[in-house]
């Protein structure tokens, strides 16, 4: 019988011949092993001794060599990590592989862990340790380690989108601005929208959207609004970005008409509406079509206000000729020749000229005069009804004081008269 032994030794220890042996008995497979020799190749900071094995046949067994890469980073979030042992090794090939944890944040879930390839799933952030165990046919065994590191992925700041400029033409007063993030954890941002100081007052926010990311906005008035978007994520960051809305005034809404009626609001049918432009049209000459209804609101708990104009070729009619039209007729000759009996007739807006010497009110709808002027009193009362400012006060008080003399002076005349 031929008997081998074999063992790996570092260079500074003595080598140990090979021995033959002979007998009559039948062969055996022996592993020798030098336990203070790998001891020492350990100290000494060599790899650490492979067993070397005579089985029958005098062929050795190396054992097996586990290898798993090299150790990983990875970033949330990530739905699971491949653990691959496929590149372990052995003389006679690998037979099993076993995949444990040896360290790590709870939650772990591991699925192949039989198998050349494992897939490790529910990871966080944190360090784990993962330990590959194979072996061979002999049953020899090889381990190794493999540390994957979990962090957070470093996200960008938020990007805020409020969706630019906008323009309204009145009567169309509501509008729906679409805010938008991009880059950054978008699951959890916080909106919120604001409104530039400087902008009109008036204007509805719905629904509470101010800290969505779409704002609806209503009863919005001739001006520009500025709306600000403030995006903020769940670090803190944050970014502003500006929505403009510019409203026109409404095309032709300068020649609108006031007709205030006596009848409250709730008690005006839509029939009735209907009847009182029909009645309009055939006073003013023209189609019912011509008359455009702008709104029916309530003045006071006893009046109702129709505003409307009436449609000319090119433009509308001035609303100061249809003002002038309908007080003579509704106010004078024809005052129940309407459904419901007229209070007022006026313009919507005040277009009184003030005979260049004045501003228009825009509540009375009257004129108030510059210094040192007034108004044609003959011409307010007994001429066509219109505000003006047409008199120079001085020579208001110089007529008046004239008036004042010539009057004194007949009554003391008539009297002298009547004494003798």
């Not at 190396?62 to 491949?82: E, H, Q, Y």
């Not at 029939?271 to 023209?286: C, G, K, N």
């Not at 709104?295 to 249809?322: C, D, I, N, Y």
Request: proline share 5%; charged share 15%; aromatic share 6%.
């Amino acid at each position: 019988m031929m008997l081998l032994a074999a063992a790996t030794t570092p260079p500074t220890k003595p080598h140990l011949p090979a021995q033959t042996v002979t007998s009559d008995f039948a062969p055996v497979a022996i592993t020798v092993t030098s336990s203070s020799l790998s001891s020492d190749a350990a100290a000494e900071g060599a790899s650490p001794s492979v067993p070397a094995a005579v089985s029958e046949g005098g062929v050795s067994n190396r054992g097996p060599t586990a290898v798993v890469g090299p150790d990983r980073k990875l970033l949330l979030p990530l739905s699971g990590v491949l653990l691959d042992g496929r590149g372990s090794t052995d003389d006679r090939g690998v037979v099993s592989f076993h995949w444990d944890v040896v360290s790590g944040p709870l939650g772990l879930k591991m699925d192949g862990v039989d198998q050349a390839v494992a897939t490790a799933t529910g990871l966080q952030v944190g360090r784990y340790t993962f330990r590959l165990t194979v072996s061979d046919q002999e049953g020899a065994t090889d381990s190794t380690l493999l540390t994957v590191h979990v962090q957070e992925a470093a996200t960008r700041p938020p990007v805020a989108h409020a969706s630019g400029s906008h323009t309204l033409t009145l009567p169309d007063n509501a509008i729906v601005l679409q805010g938008s993030v991009t880059d950054g954890d978008q699951t959890k941002i916080q909106y919120q929208w604001v409104r530039d100081s400087q902008s009109p007052a008036a204007g509805d926010v719905l629904y509470g959207s101010d800290t969505q990311s779409t704002l609806f906005l209503a009863n919005l008035v001739e001006g520009t609004y500025l709306f600000q978007l403030r995006v903020t994520d769940a670090q803190g960051r944050s970014s502003i970005a500006t929505a403009t809305v510019e409203v026109q005034p409404e095309p032709g809404g300068g020649q609108e008409v006031e007709l205030e009626m006596l009848v409250p609001v709730s008690q005006v049918s839509l029939s009735q509406r209907d009847t009182v432009v029909r009645q309009l049209a055939a006073l003013l000459h023209v189609l019912d079509t011509d008359v455009n209804v702008r709104a029916l609101q309530g003045h006071s708990h006893l009046s109702t206000v129709l505003r409307f104009s009436v449609r000319g070729s090119p433009a509308p009619l001035s609303g100061s000729t249809l003002v002038h039209q309908l007080r003579n007729q509704l106010l004078g000759e024809k005052s129940d020749f309407l459904l419901f009996r007229v209070l007022r007739v006026d313009t919507v807006l005040c277009l009184l000229s003030c005979s260049g010497r004045g501003q228009c009110d825009p509540v009375t709808k009257t004129c108030t005069c510059d210094p040192f002027w007034t108004e044609n009193v003959i011409r307010r009362y007994l001429g066509d009804g219109e505000s003006n400012c047409e008199w120079r006060m001085l020579y208001v008080i110089l007529t008046s004081f004239l008036l004042m003399v010539f009057i004194l002076t007949v009554s003391w005349t008539f009297i002298c008269c009547c004494r003798k």
